[in-house]
């Protein structure tokens, strides 16, 4: 651009030397007229060729500018292509705190066991029976990972801490931690239930016979293969008026349900019950049972006469 407007200034002042030399041997007024017609043509001329060039370099520098545009878009298209994990497209305002959680996770054993009631390897064996059901994809933010999550639902199982307390101690919400409780408990169920507790009870002669010897070698209680008790479960008493207060309120002077359970001799259980009313007796839920009408009428326990001490 200076070395156009440079050659401009030079051609002016050429044109202006020029007229100067026609002046000496023309007419001044006729030298002015024509001059002055010569020099607005060449000056339009000029103008009409900045704006050619002006325009020119205008449509290159769209033309480069769309260039660029599309090749932007093209290099992200790539790239998420390429890449093999999901964006954190995460729109968390707070941050989630995992100091604690961390500390736990990758601590000792010991701590570990004594912190969710599990070994590591029992909370490893159920994570990978029950990952299908609680891990989450990215939607909006990155989810709350399934280790998380099941550790949430066994610190409430195991130590029965109120949520606010868990929800600061993981960094989440309050209605997160009631959320992540039902559905692992769920899916814990749902997976775990027929290895854990229902393949336990014995269905033979000689699966009988193992129990009562682990029984009597264990415990030094004779010719017994389980022991069935109940435990109440504290509950806000349900809608109903008087009639369902005096129903679930227990003798311990809290609302509750009873859970009514039978264990072998290595403490695992083998038959559940829960849901009846807090202010009902042990002997009357296990007579309600269905396990109750097996025994006694579709003889579900086979009998062990061949068992001598």
């Known amino acids: 651009m200076i070395l156009f407007q440079t050659t401009n200034l030079i051609k002016t002042n050429s044109l202006k030397a020029i007229w100067r030399a026609m002046a000496r041997f023309c007419d001044k007024s006729v030298h002015t007229c024509t ?26 520098f769209v033309r480069l500018k769309f260039l660029i545009h599309i090749r932007s878009i093209l290099c992200l298209l790539l790239s998420n292509l390429c890449r093999r994990k999901p964006a954190n497209h995460s729109c968390r305002r707070l941050f989630r705190n995992k100091g604690w959680w961390d500390l736990i996770f990758h601590g000792s054993d010991d701590r570990f066991k004594k912190t969710f009631r599990v070994t590591r390897v ?4 159920v994570l990978n029976s029950i990952r299908q059901d609680i891990e989450k ?3 909006a933010e990155l989810p709350i990972p399934p280790e998380c999550r099941l ?20 960094g989440i919400g309050l209605s997160t931690v009631q959320s992540i409780v039902l559905e692992v408990s769920w899916a814990i169920v749902k997976n775990l239930w027929k290895s854990a507790v229902m393949d ?25 293969w389980g022991a069935v008790d109940g435990c109440h479960l504290p509950i806000v008493c349900p809608s109903g008026g ?3 207060r005096k129903e679930y309120h227990n003798f ?31 002997s009357v839920i296990l007579q309600s049972t269905q396990l109750w009408t097996d025994i ?12 001598h001490w």
């Open 137 to 139: 994809d990215t939607m």
């Open 242 to 244: 008087p009639e369902a």
């Open 151 to 170: 550790a949430i639902c066994l610190y409430r199982l195991g130590r029965g801490d109120y949520l606010f307390t868990i929800a600061e101690l993981f």
């Open 200 to 224: 336990l009870f014995p269905s033979n002669t000689d699966q009988v016979t193992a129990k009562i010897i682990d029984m009597e070698q264990l415990w030094q209680f004779p010719y017994a």
């Open 122 to 125: 029992t909370f490893n064996s």
């Open 35 to 60: 001059c002055n017609a010569v020099f607005n043509e060449i000056r339009k001329e000029r103008r009409r060729r900045n704006r050619i060039r002006r325009a020119v370099l205008i449509l290159l």
């Open 296 to 307: 006694t009428e579709n003889n579900i326990i086979p009998s062990n006469h061949t068992f």
């Open 252 to 282: 311990k002077n809290f609302y509750s349900i009873v859970m009514m359970a039978i264990v072998d001799a290595k403490d695992r259980f083998v038959w559940v019950s829960i849901g009846f009313p807090g202010n009902s007796h042990d």
